[in-house]
């Protein structure tokens, strides 16, 4: 049975989207079968894989407000080799449908039942805020990741973040489980970045992931050529660093 990870924080640029298609992208390079799931009306995973967003035939859209199947609207991105459902701006008017209905926030959850043993992992890339889309997200996964930037402001949220959390364990899903906070953007040069760093782990101590994601700009650059960093730059900083998070949470989580 594979295990469904929600990749979120409400803030926006601490890089979810990167961990999202990175990790997804280094669970595939180590023989896992993957499923990235884009639940950002920006859709910029499904551009950071080289698909048109905009162009594609079906997207999350259709399986939330429309009733298809994850099988009718799954596409290959066959370079990172993982399959992906992709989003685009039609997205939030699922948002709309799902708050006017009664179990709206189990809906993806219940999409994902039929293909959940057909992956050994299955990723979500959420949106930057705690909405109805972020909360089927969390309702359908075993496990959350929390991308944290390490920079001022890092710890601005995230008391919300894990009050929600709380709340989805008590009313929705109490099987989700904290797979860990994930430092980002750091750069071990820069003394704010290390305090930032030494606070989560002592605020949140083992929750914090012993990986850490380094400021490189491979990892800015690889989304616009359509790729993971594994295709774009195998050998630099940040796509050791994701190999590094993929073992450690294969390790962790029994992926």
Do not use: W
């Not at 992709?86 to 449908?97: F, P, Q, R, S, V």
């Not at 491979?218 to 359509?226: H, I, K, T, V």
């Amino acid at each position: 049975m594979g295990r469904i990870v929600a990749i979120a924080n409400q803030k926006g640029g601490v890089g979810k989207t990167t961990t999202s298609v990175n990790l997804a992208a280094a669970l595939a390079k180590l023989q896992k079968k993957v499923l990235l799931i884009d639940l950002d009306p920006q859709g910029n995973a499904s551009v950071a894989l080289g698909i048109d967003k905009d162009n594609a035939e079906m997207t999350v859209y259709d399986l939330l407000a429309e009733g298809a199947s994850v099988e009718d609207i799954v596409l290959r991105a066959e370079q990172a080799e993982l399959d992906i459902l992709a989003a685009n701006g039609d997205l939030t008017a699922a948002e709309i449908k799902l708050l006017e209905e009664e179990l709206g926030a189990g809906r993806l959850g219940e999409a994902l039942k039929s293909v959940k043993a057909q992956y050994d992992v299955i990723i979500i890339d959420c949106a930057p805020s705690l909405n109805m889309l972020t909360l089927n997200a969390l309702a359908a996964a075993d496990g959350i990741v929390v991308p944290v930037q390490c920079e001022y402001f890092a710890l601005e949220g995230l008391s919300a973040l894990m009050d929600t959390i709380e709340t989805v364990q008590r009313e929705l899903n109490p099987n989700l489980h904290i797979d860990g906070l994930l430092r980002t953007m750091h750069d071990r040069r820069n003394n704010l970045a290390n305090d930032v760093s030494n606070q989560l782990v002592t605020h949140f101590g083992m929750k914090v992931l012993q990986s850490i994601i380094p400021r490189n700009v491979r990892l800015a650059e690889a989304p616009s050529y359509g790729e993971s960093i594994f295709d774009y730059d195998k050998s630099c900083p940040g796509a050791l660093a994701y190999f590094a998070l993929a073992n450690e949470l294969m390790r962790k989580t029994q992926i």
